[in-house]
Nanobody
């Protein structure tokens, strides 16, 4: 299973970016898809996640500014980021909890990371 993330870049404070991540490979279902971020010198932290049923979870720091969504048929998760500020600068990693067969084990996969830089 591979996760391919895209959409990072450089944006001014107050701007918007959209991240996309597509999962491919041996996939029966994906229970949870999400985005984490890691700034230099900091631990990786959850930004947002979404279940296959559409339930979402957000870090307090991004509530009201970021929106996570997914397209189950395409095994894709999107993160729409608005009102960005310099504290959002980090490498953003896509994550997926994948089941490869009916009643199979859940596996945890990570994408390669995409850099988001917000200038003040």
């Amino acid at each position: 299973v591979q996760l391919q993330a895209s959409g990072g870049g450089l944006v001014q404070a107050g701007g918007s970016l959209r991240l996309s991540c597509a999962a491919s490979g041996s996939i029966f279902s994906i229970n949870v898809m999400g985005w984490y971020r890691q700034a230099p010198g900091s631990q990786r932290e959850l930004v947002a996640s979404i279940t296959s049923g559409g339930s979402t979870n957000y870090a307090d720091s991004v509530k009201g500014r970021f929106t996570i969504s997914r397209e189950n048929a395409k095994n894709t998760v999107l993160l729409q980021m608005s009102s960005l500020n310099p504290e959002d600068t980090a490498a953003y990693y896509c994550n997926a909890l994948v089941v490869k067969r009916l009643r199979g084990t859940e596996y945890n996969y990570w994408g390669q990371g995409t850099q988001v830089t917000v200038s003040s």
